[in-house]
């Protein structure tokens, strides 16, 4: 069984920073690609940034691109989102992704786990 537990959301300011975490359970976690989605109020989630399995390769959504930056540990079995330059429209619940296999994703059909999220909210 594979879990995915994200953490680090909270209230900022805009202009501020966050970074997101998302921990996986079990010795598989290089195998994974993930990703980082996001879903507002009324909205469809939302794709954020991915990276592969081995950290080599990353897309970010236009809409972050410049101010987010996804990294991961495979020491540490933890996906990273670091988030500056905070907008009132970034005000989402964010979720941590898992696809076993090479690759990166930017759809969240290809996923197969994720988390129960974390709320990022930034007050204007």
């Known amino acids: 069984q594979v879990q995915l537990v994200e953490s680090g959301g909270g209230l900022v300011q805009a202009g501020g920073s966050l970074r997101l975490s998302c921990v996986v359970s079990?010795?598989?976690?290089?195998?994974?690609?993930m990703g980082w989605f996001r879903q507002a109020p009324g909205k469809e989630r939302e794709f954020v940034a991915t990276?592969?399995?081995?950290?080599?390769?990353?897309y970010h959504a236009d809409s972050v691109k410049g101010r987010f930056t996804i990294s991961r540990d495979n020491a540490k079995n933890t996906v990273y989102l670091q988030m500056n330059s905070l907008k009132p429209e970034d005000t989402a619940v964010y979720y941590c992704?898992?696809?076993?296999?090479?690759?990166?994703?930017?759809?969240?059909?290809?996923?197969?786990?994720w988390g129960q999220g974390t709320q990022v909210t930034v007050s204007s």
């Open positions: 992704a898992a696809r076993p296999g090479a690759g990166y994703y930017s759809t969240p059909r290809a996923y197969d786990y």
């Open positions: 079990g010795r598989t976690f290089s195998s994974y690609a």
């Open positions: 990276i592969n399995r081995s950290g080599t390769t990353v």
